[in-house]
C-alpha cells in the first residue's frame, strides 16, 4: 500500500493556501496539469488533523464514508481470496478496480454479462471498486437500484433482461419529466432532453432515485463511481487543467484536483466555498444522461435529437397542449411552426432540400401574428454544408426567439428553450461550487465562472482510468473492459499517454501491430510502481473467431433497443472473456499480492 494520506482542508472559518504560486504551464492537449502541479497540491497532513468541511472539501484523502466502506469491504476481498485459494493475509489485501468503458447500450449490456461471470467465477467479490464511462453506467445504476445485488446478480440479472427487453415508458410519462427537469431547477440543458428523449429508450425506465440515498458504507457490493469531464476543461489547449470528474454516493468533484462537494449538493449555487442557493439533487435518469451523452460534439446526435424531438412533437396531439390565455394565438398554429422547424433541421442535416418546409413555417407564421422572416433557401449553397448548417441554426434561433414570447403557453415554452438548447449546444450546466473561491490549492481555470458543463468522458477517454488512479485509492490491480468503437487499444493506449504527461504511475503499453485489427482477449501491462493494468477487447478472435466485425456491426452503439435474445447473446459473448480467463485473472491477483 501507498504511504500516508496528503490533504490540503479549506474549513468554513478558514483555507489553507500554498506559499508558492504555481503556474499555468501550456500544453499541447487538452491535458490538464503538470507533474510539478500534482506535486505542490499536495501538502503532507494526517488524516486526524483534517477538519470537514460542511460546503467544499479540498483535500487529497477519500472521504471518511469511503473509507470505511474500503475498511469492510477489504474483509469480502479477504475472504474471496482464501475461497479462491490465493495466499494472501488480510494487511496484503490488493485494491482492484473494474473498470467498464462506453459504448451506449453495448457497453451496459456487455458489462452486465461480464459482471454476471465475474459472479460465476468467484471473482466478483475481489472488485473493491466498480468504475464506469457513459453506457457502462446504464448497467451501473440498474444494479445498484438493488441493495447488496453482488450478492443475487442472477435473480438481478433477469430483472434487468425482462425490463431492457420490455415495453417503452409512455410518451405521458415521458412529457410529464421532461416539465419536472425543466421548471424544477435553474439550469435547463440537452442533458435534460437526452435523459427523457434518449436514455429512456435504452433503460426503458425513469429512475427517480438518488445516488446518495442509494447507498450506505454497509453495502456489500464494489464501490461505485460515474464519471464525466468538465467540457471547459477539455476544451483548454493553452493552459493546465483538470477535466476529470467523478460522481460517487458521498461526492463529487475533481478527481486530480482533489475538490470535492457532497453528492447532494452538486448542482447547487456556491460562492467563496459555501452554498447560497439549493437546488434539487439530480435523479439516477439525469445522472445517466450526463453520463451516457458521447457524441455531443457530432453531426450524428444532431440528427438522433432532431429526430427525436420532430417524433416528439408529432406524437403530441394539439390537445395535449394547453393554451391558458384565450388572448394568445392558437397552440396549434405554434406546434405546427415547430414541427416544420425540427424537419427543416433534419432535411439540411440529411442533405436534403428544405425548401418545402420553409414555405409551410411562412404560412404558419404569418397566420399566427404576421411574423415574415424566412429561412434565406435561395441564398443556400447546398455544396457548402457548413454554411447552410450555420443558416439553418440561425434560422432555428431566430424563429424559437419568437416564438418564446408565448409564455403562457407551458408546452410551447419547454419546446422553445429546447430549441434554443439545441442552437447553442448547452449539455450538463451545473452551477460552479469553486465560483469565486481564489484557492491556490486548485487550478486557477476550474475557479472561474458562475457555472461549469460537464459531458460524457468518453469524449476526452473512453475509460475511467483517472477515477481510480488517484493515489489515495492505492489502486494495485486494473481490470479495464473495453466495449467501444474503433481500436480496441485506445482507451489504454491514450490512459498511458495522459498519465506520463502528468507523472502518474502507470505501465507502458506496446501493443502488437498484428493484434490491432484482430485483438486477443487478454492483455496485462505492468511497470516499476505502478498497478497492473488487464486490457479486455469485447470483441475479439477468441469469443469472436474471424467474424469480430459481424459482431461489431450486430451490435452498434447506435441502433434501436436490443431485443431479449440479443442482450442474451452478447451477454453470452461478453462472459467468455471472463470465464476463459479465470487463471490468467487469479495468476495477476496473486502476483500484486507478491
Known amino acids: 500500500m501507498a504511504s500516508a494520506s ?39 497532513m494526517s488524516a486526524s488533523e483534517i477538519q470537514e468541511s ?76 466498480l468504475s ?49 427537469y425543466h421548471y424544477g431547477k435553474d439550469f435547463f440543458s440537452l442533458t435534460d432532453v437526452w435523459a427523457v428523449m434518449a436514455v429512456i429508450t435504452f433503460v426503458k425506465e425513469i429512475d427517480e432515485c438518488k445516488l446518495s440515498e442509494q ?26 487543467v483538470d477535466p476529470w470528474f467523478e460522481i460517487t454516493p458521498h461526492e463529487a468533484g475533481y478527481s486530480l484536483s482533489g475538490a470535492f462537494v457532497e453528492t447532494s449538493s452538486f448542482g447547487c449555487q456556491f460562492d467563496k466555498g459555501h452554498k447560497i442557493k439549493d437546488q434539487p439533487e439530480m435523479d439516477m435518469l439525469y445522472l445517466q444522461s450526463l453520463c451516457g451523452s458521447c457524441l455531443a460534439d457530432g453531426d ?29 394565438p392558437p397552440v396549434d398554429k405554434c406546434h405546427q411552426a415547430l414541427m416544420d422547424l425540427a424537419d427543416m433541421n433534419l432535411c439540411v442535416l440529411n442533405d436534403q432540400d428544405p425548401s418545402h418546409l420553409d414555405q409551410s413555417l411562412r404560412t404558419t407564421l404569418d397566420d399566427l401574428d404576421g411574423y415574415q422572416l424566412g429561412f434565406p433557401t435561395e441564398n443556400m449553397n447546398p455544396a457548402d454544408k457548413q454554411a447552410v448548417k450555420h443558416l439553418v441554426n440561425q434560422h432555428t434561433k431566430n424563429v424559437s426567439n419568437h416564438l418564446s414570447r408565448y409564455s403562457s403557453m407551458p408546452d410551447i415554452q419547454i419546446l422553445t428553450h429546447i430549441f434554443k438548447c439545441m442552437t447553442s449546444w448547452i449539455w450538463g450546466r451545473h452551477y460552479n ?16 465562472g458562475e457555472t461549469r458543463d460537464y459531458e460524457d468522458s468518453g469524449l476526452l477517454n473512453n475509460s475511467p482510468y483517472f477515477s481510480v488512479l488517484r493515489e489515495e485509492r492505492h489502486i494495485d490491480l486494473i481490470i479495464s473492459l473495453d466495449f467501444s468503437d474503433g481500436d480496441p487499444f ?13 507523472n502518474l504511475s502507470f505501465p507502458e503499453v506496446n501493443i502488437p501491430s498484428e493484434d490491432v485489427d484482430n485483438p486477443k482477449d487478454f492483455y496485462v ?14 470483441f475479439n478472435v477468441v469469443n469472436c473467431g474471424g467474424e469480430i466485425d459481424y459482431w461489431r456491426n450486430k451490435y452498434r452503439i447506435v441502433q434501436d433497443p436490443y431485443s431479449a435474445e440479443k442482450i442474451i447473446d452478447l451477454m453470452k459473448v461478453a462472459g467468455k472473456n471472463i470465464s476463459n480467463n479465470r487463471e490468467k485473472i487469479k495468476e495477476q491477483i496473486q502476483a500484486i499480492i507478491g
Open 490 to 502: 485506445m482507451t489504454v493506449k491514450k490512459a498511458a499517454e495522459m498519465s506520463k504527461k502528468l
Open 132 to 180: 464506469g464511462v457513459s453506457g457502462s453506467t446504464w448497467c451501473m445504476a440498474s444494479l445498484y437500484q438493488e441493495p447488496d445485488w453482488s450478492t443475487k446478480l442472477e435473480t438481478v440479472k433477469d430483472k434487468i433482461i425482462e425490463r431492457l427487453s420490455g415495453p417503452q415508458v409512455s410518451w405521458g410519462e415521458a412529457r410529464t419529466k421532461l416539465k419536472e
Open 54 to 129: 460542511s460546503d467544499v472539501r479540498i483535500a487529497h484523502t477519500l472521504h471518511t464514508k469511503e473509507e470505511e466502506f474500503v475498511h469492510k469491504r477489504r474483509e469480502t476481498v479477504f475472504q474471496a481470496l482464501q475461497n479462491l485459494k490465493i495466499p494472501c493475509s488480510k494487511n496484503e489485501v490488493p485494491h482492484i478496480a473494474l473498470l467498464g468503458s462506453g459504448g451506449g447500450q453495448r457497453a451496459m449490456v456487455a458489462l452486465l454479462g461480464s459482471l454476471v461471470q465475474l459472479y460465476e467465477e468467484d471473482l466478483l467479490d475481489c472488485i473493491l471498486y
Open 300 to 328: 450524428e446526435i444532431h440528427k438522433f435529437l432532431w429526430d427525436k424531438i420532430s417524433e416528439f412533437l408529432h406524437r403530441s396531439s394539439h390537445s395535449e397542449m394547453k393554451n391558458e390565455d384565450p388572448k394568445t
Open 215 to 240: 447507498w450506505d458504507h454497509l453495502s456489500k457490493d464494489p464501490f461505485p463511481i460515474y464519471t464525466v469531464v468538465d467540457k471547459q476543461c477539455k476544451q483548454h489547449e493553452d493552459v493546465c
Open 525 to 538: 501491462f505492468k511497470g516499476k510502481n505502478a498497478p497492473t493494468v488487464i486490457h479486455i477487447p469485447l
Open 433 to 448: 461550487f469553486l465560483h469565486n473561491m481564489k484557492d491556490e490549492a486548485v487550478p486557477a481555470a476550474l475557479q472561474e
Open 6 to 44: 496528503t490533504a490540503i482542508q479549506m474549513t468554513p472559518s478558514s483555507i489553507l493556501v500554498l506559499n508558492t504560486t504555481v503556474p499555468f504551464l501550456p500544453t499541447a492537449c487538452h491535458l490538464l496539469f503538470s507533474s510539478t502541479l500534482l506535486q505542490n497540491y499536495r501538502r503532507t
